[in-house]
């Protein structure tokens, strides 16, 4: 019994360190949830502008205006970009986005994948290391792994500008970009969207009653080659600022269960640890009365 008793102090002395740690843990993605919320509440409304503007923009060209980013060619060269973060104790949170950019892999890229043409570029370790696992028949480019180390735009504008280069001398036919999108503290869900090539919405034409009349200066096709990239880097930030804030909401979620089952843990543990003890007394009770009525029969 004393080793049992002992056995469940040293379990309730262990859940009692994991439970500060948890405990440390949440209060730190707290703080650093506040920040990352704020860069993103910032940044989508004007990434969602600029997008807007770029298919109106689009809709009514009427066709005579072209890039190098809005081609359209037959896929047979694919990147497809994973968005994760670098540490876990998050949840299912990468393992969502992973799922999400691997299902579309098996779903439509199987036979790029078998030839060698499919690219991974993955931001963020976790994914990383999943798809150097699993994948050894893709391209991995792992040399944006630690971008969440710097998340400056100027940081993040050269890997999406390389991206931009790559489709426009076209070692990409298409881009997607898995990412986790950030609602709220507590709800984040995966997300893949295509990055390139940007397509005209025609459909977003057809549904305008009127044309919008814009007046361009210097041209449109030069505003068009300043605007279009802009956008684009824009966007990929938002992908990235959308994830960041989605990892530390899922972390602090994540500990702020671990946490409560700790505590629930405990209790179970001091209720057996309390009933050990009282059955150990009782039997140290029962022994030292049964001794003193041996030796009075003696």
Not at 15 to 25: E, N, S
Not at 163 to 188: C, H, L, P, W
């Amino acid at each position: 019994m004393a080793a049992n008793l002992k056995e469940v102090r040293e379990r309730i002395k262990s859940v009692i360190g994991t439970q500060q740690i948890t405990k440390a843990m949440k209060m730190v993605s707290a703080a650093k949830l506040r920040r990352a919320q704020q860069a993103i509440v910032d940044m989508r409304p004007y990434a969602e502008r600029l997008n807007t503007m770029m298919v109106n923009i689009l809709a009514n060209a009427d066709g005579d205006l072209n890039s190098s980013f809005g081609q359209v060619r037959d896929v047979h060269k694919v990147c497809i970009v994973v968005v994760t973060s670098s540490k876990g104790l998050c949840g299912a949170f990468n393992t969502n986005v992973i799922k999400v950019a691997v299902a579309r892999i098996e779903d439509k890229y199987t036979e790029a994948l078998e030839k060698g043409n499919l690219t991974v570029v993955c931001i963020g370790k976790k994914g990383n290391e999943y798809f150097r696992r699993h994948f050894k028949k893709a391209t991995i480019v792992s040399e944006h792994a630690n971008m969440f180390q710097d998340l400056r735009y100027e940081h993040v504008e050269k890997a999406a500008q390389e991206i931009m280069d790559k489709f426009s001398d076209q070692s990409y036919d298409v881009v997607e970009v898995a990412y986790g999108r950030f609602k709220n503290a507590a709800t984040q869900f995966p997300e893949l969207q295509t990055f390139l090539p940007v397509v005209q919405d025609k459909t977003a034409a057809a549904k305008q009653k009127t044309k919008a009349d814009y007046l361009f200066e210097p041209d449109k096709h030069g505003l068009l080659d300043h605007l279009l990239p802009s956008i684009l880097k824009t966007s990929f930030y938002k992908y990235l600022l959308d994830t960041h804030a989605s990892e530390h909401g899922a972390r602090m979620t994540a500990m702020e269960k671990a946490t409560e089952n700790a505590e629930d843990l405990l209790k179970d543990l001091r209720i057996t640890y309390n009933k050990a003890r009282q059955e150990s007394i009782t039997r140290e009770l029962s022994e030292i009365v049964g001794g003193a009525a041996a030796l009075e029969g003696a």
